[in-house]
């Protein structure tokens, strides 16, 4: 960051399918309001923008999480999610079955900190993969994001609370 320029030239991009691949973004971001980003690399460009959710700045209440969520990420289809009163998960897509544990970031910001472990070889990021994970809850809409600590793998979810 400098001022309000965001460059970086050692990104990794985490397409919904196929491998990593290295990128460079470039964007600008006011603080509090929005983002806006171009991420290039060897297949193209693509943009990105977004606007602040001032849920952010509010404490996490458990109750936002716990619960059944259905949605998906990538290309293999629908994915459901199970999040007990304890924080931890269980979770499945196809044949893949996931399971792990969050807790309120002790920040006090609206985000969700934890792991996740994927337990099967049907599994994209293979049996024994274990990814850290960042979730935010708005709403009825849960966005969770997991990235392994070689930064090879990667996984997005965005589901809704049923």
Request: charged residues 10%; glycine residues 14%; aromatic residues 8%.
């Amino acid at each position: 960051m400098s001022g309000n320029t965001l460059i970086d030239n050692a990104a990794i991009d985490f397409p919904a399918s196929g491998p990593a691949a290295t990128a460079s973004v470039m964007g600008s971001v006011k603080a509090r309001q929005s983002l806006s980003l171009n991420d290039a690399e060897a297949s193209g460009i693509r943009v990105f923008t977004g606007t602040y959710d001032s849920a952010y700045d509010t404490p996490t209440n458990i109750s936002d999480v716990v619960g059944i969520w259905a949605g998906g990420g990538g290309a293999v289809g629908e994915a459901r999610l199970a999040i007990s009163p304890d924080l931890s998960f269980t979770g499945a897509q196809g044949t893949c079955s996931f399971s792990g544990m969050v807790r309120a970031r002790p920040s006090g910001n609206h985000v969700f900190d934890g792991t996740a472990t994927f337990n099967d070889a049907s599994c994209v990021l293979g049996a024994g993969t274990s990814v850290s994970v960042e979730a935010v809850v708005s709403g009825t809409r849960i966005t969770a994001v997991g990235v392994n600590s070689w930064i090879t793998v990667g996984f997005v979810f965005v589901g809704t609370k049923q």
